[in-house]
């Protein structure tokens, strides 16, 4: 087998050793160790006849509780040793606001932030794909395979086809022999067999499988939570840790990338990236190819720094132009998120605050832990639902947003790439057949501090499929300088409308029995919130993003959208190659995470293919 790194600093695959990083020479240099680059580097080193070095910004977190235990969720965010902590730009639609963009930054990347719902999107989000003129199965069949690959469900423990009870999932189309360990819940609170029960009295359908092409309705998710350790499963540990033995493998942490180093020629060749640890810069050879996976954020990012991109842009900054492509950073879609907080009438009902409020319920619950890995410490949101507009607008409504989004479309003056892209997700509004609003159960307030004898409960609403698109660009030479984020949420009327609506529908489901007799009063937004225009004005302070960004270097057409073709090559080089979130063309209706690792999965067998 090859051996990396003679140097031998490295403990199991890992080093902070730059100098000896970069040393050696690797077939494949993964830039960003977060989701999809350490799937991609676990997959690349099953080829024992090649070598990867993979080089992070953030450090190894496995072991630390804000990581790894589910209940907890949240604490690490805005903390700059785990999160990036980028903001936006003032957003026009959005009361100029800069609103907060989290990102991971550590081993396992944003899969280590995140909050672990683990679901996929319908086959008609994938298939969309295709129709944007997209080949070699980034669709639903094609992407099918690397869905299942990546994980290994435990089943839901009853398999209840409906609502009876305690929720349950048909427990069709799941990977049984993938490396990340998924589970249901354990834990349910009191609250949530009603919650699910109002929702389907506001006439929301049960969808017993969500899992098998149509993620609409309301069902019961699973989690990327592992049920021999009640720990977050994710890149780090599941592909990473359980490969850190491999002689091919080498990660080194700590370290920025500031630049691909690339051959000017037809096409351009990327030699390997420049990189740089406590002020001082490294150089490493990747001897085959280099490959972004830093994520939509900082993929293109790093392509503008290295001299991809808008000539404009560029020359702005004095980067001297080696490929023009002014769809590098363009084309950024993301869901919004608004939460909504409603009192609980009993303070003793189980939630994840009443952890901190009292010690026999933490008592019991740490017992259930550590003893069995189970219970409220494991828990996630888990009632989930997504919603076509028809749901919750009139017919009478629907129009007059469709007419008005139809005139808005026209006055934006497309791209053809664009238009073709609002033609498909105006066909699927109509059709019902994508949900465009979200809406979630959390029991337990995420956003403020616990007190004793009061008790909270979240409904979280998100904007699932939005027109609006934005994008990310460098603001300045310096690499180490954030890049200028405008994700251009509500530039379309009816994107906020989807998210105003669902703030209301927030308060209506909890107004709504069996649910309506465990709320005592909604808290924010309060019980002065109660016209259309509070709602609005509530939306504008208050929303936020999903942390679901995508499409910044995308999958599509050369000149006309694409940034990558369909094996994932950055147009006008031959081997550098993107493999994360920012290659998503069309964002789906879902949580994205299970998508990105199946992205990776499915470039390792690219190029595992072309080797
Ligand atoms: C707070 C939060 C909650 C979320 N909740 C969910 C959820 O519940 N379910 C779900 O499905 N999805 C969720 N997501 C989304 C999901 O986690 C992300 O979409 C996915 O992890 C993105 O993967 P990626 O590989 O594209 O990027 P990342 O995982 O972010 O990886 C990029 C990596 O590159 C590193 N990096 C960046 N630039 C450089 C550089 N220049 N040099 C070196 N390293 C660099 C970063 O540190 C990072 O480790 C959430 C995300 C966040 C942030």
Redesign the pocket.
Known sequence: AAVVNPRDSRINGLTTDAAGFAEQSYNYVI???????L?LAARLTEMTNVTVGV????VLRVGDPKVDTPAF??QA?FDTDY??NFQTVPQTHVSQRNIAI??????????????????RGSQRDYDSWSELGIGNGWNWDGLLPYLLKTETVTPSPSDVLGYSGRVGTNNNFEGRSGPLPIQYNNFYSPMETPYSEALQALGVPFNPDPDGGNSTNLFNSA??VDPNTGNRSY?AVNYFLANQARSNLVVLQG????KINLTPGSPVVATGVE?VVDGTTYNVSATTEVVL???????P??LELSGIGNPTILEQYDIPVVIANSDVGENYQDHTHVVSQFQLNDPTLPTTNLLSTNATFQAEQDALYLDDHTGIYTY??SDLSFHPMQQFFSPIELASSISQLQSEISAANLSEWQSKQAQIQLADLEAGTVGQMELLFFAGDIGTAAQSGTEFVDILNFGSRHFSRGSVHIGSSD?LAAPLIDPNYFQYTIDKEVVVRGTQIARNVTQTAPLASFVKAPTNPSTNVTSEADFEQFVLENVG??????GTASLGPQGAGGVVDDNLIVYGTSNLRV????VIPLQIA???????YAI?EKAADIIKSGN
């Open positions: 830039v960003g160790g977060g989701t999809a680059g799937a080089i992070e910004a953030g969720i949240g965010l999160d990036w989290n990102r991971g930054k550590m081993l396992g990347g944003s899969a280590g932030l995140n909050f672990m719902i683990w679901q989690a990327c890149s370290a920025q990338v500031t990189f996976s830093a994520g939509t954020i900082q993929t990012q790093l996630t949101a690499p993003t999903e942390w679901h960004p995508v493999v994360d979130a920012s879902a949580h994205i995470q299970a998508t990105v990776a």
